[in-house]
């Protein structure tokens, strides 16, 4: 199995501050054929179910503020928020979509300071 | 809108069963493949099961493999999870999740959610 594993376990950020969220594999996720990344990052926020923010490493998902920008390639992997806002007080989640059994990281709680 | 509503979770002893549902709107349904998540109290997220959009394949997580069945019916456009000899360690949300892209397995969108209680 494919083992995902994120840092930190979770930050606190200041409104309008820039948040990065790392995501590890433990095998690479990029598809030599199509030199895609199969990573993708998901926002859970209580009481609602998770929300997809990017796939493909960094495409966006269809109505996802631009302040997420996901990034990396191979085994190392990034989510970005440029401007925390209050709305994003959450739990983040990367997940690798290259082989069975799919594997989502920990989770990263980002809360405001 | 693609939506997909979760039904079926209550609470049941430890070897018992339950069926959970998950009715699909919103787009073509037989051209997707499903999945379900869960997502135990406190703990993240965990990969279930999957089926691809006629029902003939299926792929399950080694943890509930001979255990759950995940099954569909194209002509109620809804997927199901067939949960048997549960234990406690089931006990969690059972989310049910579309295929996002056509031939990849990111999740877009998610159900509700439903509330698997496994105890005695």
């Known amino acids: 199995d494919i083992v995902m594993t994120q840092s930190p376990d979770s930050l606190a950020v200041s409104l309008g501050e820039r948040a990065t969220i790392n995501c590890k594999s433990s095998q690479s996720v990029l598809y030599s054929s199509n030199n895609k990344d199969y990573l993708a990052w998901y926002q859970h926020k209580p009481g609602q179910p998770p929300k997809l923010l990017v796939h493909?490493?960094?495409t966006r998902g269809s109505g996802v503020p631009d302040r997420f920008s996901g990034g990396g390639s191979g085994t190392d992997f990034t989510l970005t928020i440029s401007s925390l806002q209050a709305e994003d007080v959450a739990v983040y989640y990367c997940?690798?979509?290259?082989?069975?059994?799919?594997?989502f990281g920990g989770g990263t709680k980002v809360e405001i300071k | 809108e693609v939506q997909v509503v979760e039904s079926g979770g209550g609470s049941v002893q430890p070897g018992g069963s339950l069926r959970l549902s998950c009715a699909a709107s919103g787009f073509t349904f037989n051209t997707y493949w499903m999945h379900w998540v869960r997502q135990a109290p406190g703990e993240g997220l965990v990969w279930v099961a999957r089926?691809?959009?006629?029902?003939?394949?299926?792929t399950y997580a080694d943890s509930v493999k001979g255990r759950f069945t995940i099954s569909r019916d194209n002509a109620k456009n809804t997927v199901y999870l067939q949960m048997n000899s549960l234990r406690d360690e089931d006990t969690a949300v059972y989310y049910c999740v579309r295929r996002g892209g056509c031939c990849q397995d990111w999740f877009d969108p998610w159900g509700q959610g439903t509330l698997v209680t496994v105890s005695s």
């Open positions: 493909w490493a960094s």
């Open positions: 997940q690798q979509y290259y082989g069975t059994p799919y594997t």
């Open positions: 089926i691809d959009g006629d029902g003939s394949t299926t």
